[in-house]
């Protein structure tokens, strides 16, 4: 497999978001929100969204380190969803467990891994249109190419035609022996999946970074390298977080947005990227409700597009208010 230079080297000039003109399909308010807890339940887990100001989330929907799902309470999920569509929420991430590698190299580890994920796609299916974001998996000393052809035969046994759910792939940092630190390898898995329709990216700030992206000099041309090996129409997530460490660390250590080596603005000019703008994006930075009420708040102040149609509502004389916005 022959790599891309990583966008590194002398930094251009970026237009700032704020100078490019106007793009439709960002003028709607920033999607964005936290990874929070399911432990007290579905409902619950709406009314915290609801609570930070959020319009989207990520969760576990089982232990992230063990196997077990929780047994679903009659009507759960129903009242879930009628508190998400009631404060106009877009499609939410379920987050895999992290214990699930595709690529062990112990069979029974690769099984265990698939029924998992089997699993977890059919309870997604009474949520339908959200999305189910997993690491590729860990190949250990196995070589890439098995570990990428082991990953794309599981998510062909798992993903099944007219599922209601989009599986995206995580941007890795690199860390230990992850599969997916570079875009190839990504590309490589997603060539071979035959759902083509229900299979897409999501891409870590904190991961890319780490893993060698320059972001923070040059986004643009990192999006670019994306778009020629990936295409842009198939990330359909953004994970935002700060960095602890220097580009390509290969650490994986996230921090609280301004705090750490990406830094605020870089984070800014992703959620107003013309490209990106669209997306549901998520926190899932080292705090807790309350200060990923204040991230939250922050980051839909310097959403441009919001702006955008804050100006339109004010002309039509409609009060546009986000929900749990004002504490
Ligand atoms: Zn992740
Ligand atoms: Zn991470």
Redesign the pocket.
Same mark, same amino acid.
């Given at each position: 497999m022959t790599y891309e230079t990583p966008a590194s080297e002398t930094p251009v000039n970026e237009t700032p978001a704020s100078e490019t003109p106007a793009s439709e399909i960002c003028i709607n308010e920033l999607s964005i929100g936290t990874h929070l807890s399911v432990a007290k339940g579905y409902a619950a887990l709406a009314k915290d969204a609801v609570q930070i100001g959020a319009n989207t989330f990520q969760m576990f929907i089982r232990n992230p380190r063990g196997a077990r799902a929780k047994e679903l309470k009659p009507g759960e999920i129903e009242t879930f969803l009628d508190i998400l569509q009631m404060h106009g929420f877009g499609p939410f991430i379920a987050h895999a467990p992290y214990t699930l590698n595709l690529c062990s190299s112990s069979r029974h580890l690769r099984e265990l891994s698939a029924r998992m994920m089997g699993e977890d796609l059919h309870r997604m299916e009474l949520m339908p249109g959200n999305l189910y974001n997993l690491h590729p998996g860990s190949r250990l000393d196995q070589p890439l190419d098995s570990a990428i052809e082991q990953i794309a035969q599981g998510l062909n046994h798992v993903m099944f035609p007219d599922m209601k759910t989009t599986v995206l792939l995580e941007t890795m940092?690199g860390k230990g022996s992850e599969v997916g630190k570079r875009f190839e390898e990504l590309k490589e898995i997603l060539d071979r999946v035959a759902q083509k329709d229900h299979i897409g990216v999501c891409m %870590?700030a904190? !991961?890319m970074w780490d893993s060698g992206y320059d972001i923070v000099d040059r986004l643009d041309e990192t999006l670019e390298q994306f778009d020629r090996l990936i295409g842009l129409n198939r990330l359909k997530a953004f994970h935002i977080?700060d960095s602890m460490n220097v580009r390509e660390s290969h650490k %994986?250590r !996230?921090t609280l947005i301004g705090e750490g080596h990406i830094g605020e603005d870089t984070i800014i000019r992703i959620i107003n990227h013309p490209r990106l703008c669209h997306l549901p994006f998520i926190l899932?930075t080292p705090t807790d409700l309350a200060g990923h009420a204040q991230e939250i708040k922050k980051l839909r102040k310097q959403y441009v597009w919001g702006s955008v149609s804050d100006k339109i509502s004010e002309q039509n004389g409609i009060s546009k208010t986000y929900p749990g916005a004002d504490f």
């Open positions: 940092s %870590d904190c !991961h977080n %994986d !996230h899932e």
